[in-house]
T-cell receptor
């Protein structure tokens, strides 16, 4: 398996523009997570899905952020409008087990580095 | 307030020595704890899981302990190598149907030849 695939790897956009980040989880993993990582706040969970259904979106910063999972092999995280404070690395992860991925943990993608200028 | 604390200062050790990283938490009751390794420009990679009823877990040169009384986990790398240089993150997990991990900020380890 190619692992969790995220695109793009880097994104530079102007403030006010819409940004869409994409994620393809590992086939057979029924949990998908979106995290954001910054130096100040570390890794923060934004939202997670189970079987394509959003379970917990309490980490989504505000209404400018939205996430969808239209099928088991694809998810998007959208920011509209983007702001400079959204600059961070956004990670997607997937897991097969309920309890933190069990003995296999989470599998993370390589991340999307977002810069909003 | 709830906190997960990992040493923010980088840990510098000499090759061949044992590296010990600490993860302390406050006002959480995790059912399990995980450790991840993160290299620059990459996503975290899962290393080990230890549950609340387990005191110690080993995997090759890695050893993790979990003390729910002290609210602390220790992560040891024995016979460290320069290739072990990375940031190590601890993550808390919970029972009750929640499949989400809360991560610490990580500790950067540098192993010098």
């Amino acid at each position: 398996d190619a692992g969790v695939i995220q695109s793009p790897r880097h994104e530079v956009t102007e403030m006010g523009q819409e940004v869409t980040l994409r994620c393809k989880p590992i086939s057979g993993h029924d949990y998908l997570f979106w995290y954001r990582q910054t130096m100040m706040r570390g890794l923060e969970l934004l939202i997670y899905f189970n079987n394509n259904v959003p379970i917990d979106d309490s980490g989504m910063p505000e209404d400018r952020f939205s996430a969808k999972m239209p099928n088991a092999s694809f998810s998007t995280l959208k920011i509209q409008p983007s702001e400079p404070r959204d600059s961070a690395v956004y990670f997607c992860a997937s897991s097969i087990h309920r309890d933190g991925g069990g003995r296999d943990g989470y599998t993370f993608g390589s991340g999307t580095r977002l810069t909003v200028v | 307030s709830q906190k997960i604390e990992q040493n923010s200062e980088a840990l510098n050790i000499q090759e061949g020595k044992t590296a010990t990283l600490t993860c302390n938490y406050t006002n959480y009751s995790p059912a399990y704890l995980q450790w991840y390794r993160q290299d620059p420009g990459r996503g975290p990679v899962f290393l080990l899981l230890i549950r609340e009823n387990e005191k110690e877990k080993r995997k090759e040169r890695l050893k993790v302990t979990f003390d729910t009384t002290l609210k602390q986990s220790l992560f040891h790398i024995t016979a460290s190598q320069p290739a072990d240089s990375a940031t190590y993150l601890c993550a808390l997990g919970f029972s009750g149907g929640y499949n989400k991990l809360i991560f610490g900020a990580g500790t950067r380890l540098a192993v010098h030849p």
